[in-house]
């Protein structure tokens, strides 16, 4: 069971998972409901908002204690918990996932900006661990991702500070040249 946050990469898990051999198989709110712990294929793939509704959540939970489940949270830091509290998706998704024999979240973010934190990462004095690292440089050198590209672009760039001493804001002249980030 794949779960990510939009459709369009839901669809692009959809395609890869059948171009490799593994069937998949729509499923919504009320299927779930009718469909007690049946899986519709071999596997299948959700945006989060579906699989955390309230349907869906039980309806995973029963396929996950059913049979051996791999779970791929993608983008995982849409979701986050603290305790009892967090994002709805993410109290839902580790209700639904808490009986999953395999879960594999993934992102390359992290982190949230409201401090929750992401389930299934081990945290110490707030600081989330992961399991494996894989960082950009890696990926790019393996070819699994794409180079980051920064056209250059000639032009004006006016550059504005703000004061240590008054705190008022200084515009600097434009210069010309590279803009090098």
Same mark, same amino acid.
């Given at each position: $069971?794949?779960?990510?946050?939009?459709?369009?990469? &839901?669809?692009?898990?959809?395609?890869? +998972?059948?171009?490799? %051999?593994?069937?998949? *198989? @729509?499923?919504?709110?009320?299927?779930?409901?009718?469909? %007690?712990?049946?899986?519709?294929? &071999? #596997?299948?793939? +959700?945006?989060?908002?579906?699989?955390?509704?309230?349907?869906?959540? @039980?309806?995973?939970?029963?396929?996950?204690?059913?049979? &051996?489940?791999l779970i791929i949270g993608d983008e995982i830091h849409w979701t986050g918990v603290a305790g009892q509290t967090g994002?709805?998706?993410?109290?839902?998704?580790?209700?639904?996932?808490?009986? #999953? &024999?395999?879960?594999?979240?993934?992102? *390359?973010?992290? =982190?949230?900006?409201?401090?929750?934190? +992401?389930?299934? +990462?081990?945290?110490? @004095?707030?600081? *989330?661990?992961?399991?494996?690292d894989f960082s950009y440089g890696e990926a790019l050198l393996m070819g699994d991702v794409t180079p980051i590209m =920064?056209? @250059?672009?000639?032009?004006? $760039?006016?550059?504005?500070?703000?004061?240590?001493?008054? %705190?008022?804001? $200084?515009?600097?002249? %434009?210069?010309?040249?590279?803009? $090098?980030?």
């Amino acid at each position: $069971i794949v779960v990510s946050p939009r459709k369009k990469i &839901r669809d692009q898990w959809d395609e890869m +998972l059948q171009l490799n %051999g593994i069937p998949t *198989g @729509d499923i919504n709110r009320q299927q779930a409901q009718r469909r %007690g712990d049946s899986m519709p294929k &071999r #596997a299948m793939s +959700l945006t989060y908002q579906l699989a955390c509704s309230s349907e869906m959540v @039980d309806y995973v939970r029963l396929v996950c204690a059913k049979y &051996r489940v791999l779970i791929i949270g993608d983008e995982i830091h849409w979701t986050g918990v603290a305790g009892q509290t967090g994002t709805s998706w993410g109290r839902a998704f580790a209700s639904a996932t808490e009986s #999953a &024999r395999f879960v594999l979240p993934m992102s *390359g973010t992290p =982190f949230r900006e409201d401090f929750y934190q +992401l389930p299934f +990462l081990q945290y110490k @004095d707030r600081i *989330g661990t992961p399991d494996y690292d894989f960082s950009y440089g890696e990926a790019l050198l393996m070819g699994d991702v794409t180079p980051i590209m =920064f056209e @250059d672009r000639k032009g004006v $760039i006016r550059f504005k500070r703000k004061s240590e001493e008054t %705190g008022e804001i $200084i515009e600097e002249p %434009g210069r010309r040249g590279k803009m $090098i980030i």
